[in-house]
């Protein structure tokens, strides 16, 4: 979360406050994944539907790559080149250990075989590439955000 704003992301946010008179307000920019290809496979799970939720270190918001999630809030999703493609609505935020993760919350994510075991198994091996990559130490029992959204824009209804 946190990525600078650019006028295409200016301009897709407009549009869609617009479109459902939204006053205006704040909103996050988020690119998912470190990697353009994991971003696009995230983003795709997202319009499908299999992905209503995400988790981030909390480390990563200490350190001001990016806001706290707020109930309510809204965040613009880029597409692996940085090209505005979906405004969530986040639902549900909850910070505790990684390892807590629950199997509903697993489900949400969308991602893998959707099982508790499967997402404990990919997240700890993408933030211990993300920990070797930026030199800090990662055990599964950090704390993290665990996130629920709503997929708002594009949506059925437009």
Same mark, same amino acid.
């Given at each position: 979360?946190?990525?600078?704003?650019?006028?295409?992301?200016?301009?897709?946010?407009?549009?869609?406050?617009?479109?459902? $008179?939204?006053?205006? %307000?704040?909103?996050?920019?988020?690119?998912?994944?470190?990697?353009? %290809?994991?971003?696009?496979?995230?983003? $795709? +799970?997202?319009?499908?539907?299999?992905?209503?939720?995400?988790?981030? +270190?909390?480390?990563?918001?200490?350190?001001?790559?990016? %806001?706290?999630a %707020?109930? &309510? &809030?809204y965040?613009?999703? +880029?597409?692996?080149?940085?090209?505005?493609?979906?405004?969530?609505?986040?639902?549900?935020?909850?910070?505790?250990?990684?390892n807590?993760?629950d199997?509903?919350?697993?489900?949400?994510?969308?991602?893998?075989?959707?099982?508790?075991d499967?997402? +404990?198994?990919?997240?700890?091996?993408?933030?211990?590439?993300? $920990?070797? $990559?930026?030199?800090?130490?990662?055990?599964?029992?950090?704390?993290?955000?665990?996130?629920?959204f709503?997929?708002?824009?594009?949506?059925?209804?437009?």
């Open positions: 979360m946190g990525k600078p704003r650019t006028p295409a992301i200016a301009s897709f946010w407009e549009e869609f406050r617009r479109a459902r $008179a939204i006053p205006e %307000q704040s909103y996050d920019v988020c690119s998912m994944g470190d990697t353009a %290809q994991l971003a696009d496979e995230l983003l $795709a +799970l997202i319009l499908t539907g299999a992905k209503r939720a995400t988790a981030c +270190l909390l480390r990563d918001v200490e350190l001001g790559r990016g %806001q706290l %707020q109930v &309510g &809030g965040v613009v999703v +880029l597409d692996g080149r940085g090209t505005p493609a979906a405004i969530w609505r986040t639902r549900q935020v909850e910070i505790k250990p990684l807590e993760v199997d509903a919350f697993a489900w949400e994510e969308g991602e893998g075989d959707r099982t508790r499967g997402w +404990l198994r990919m997240h700890r091996k993408y933030f211990a590439r993300r $920990a070797a $990559a930026e030199g800090f130490s990662f055990d599964d029992s950090m704390k993290a955000v665990f996130e629920r709503t997929l708002v824009w594009p949506s059925a209804d437009q």
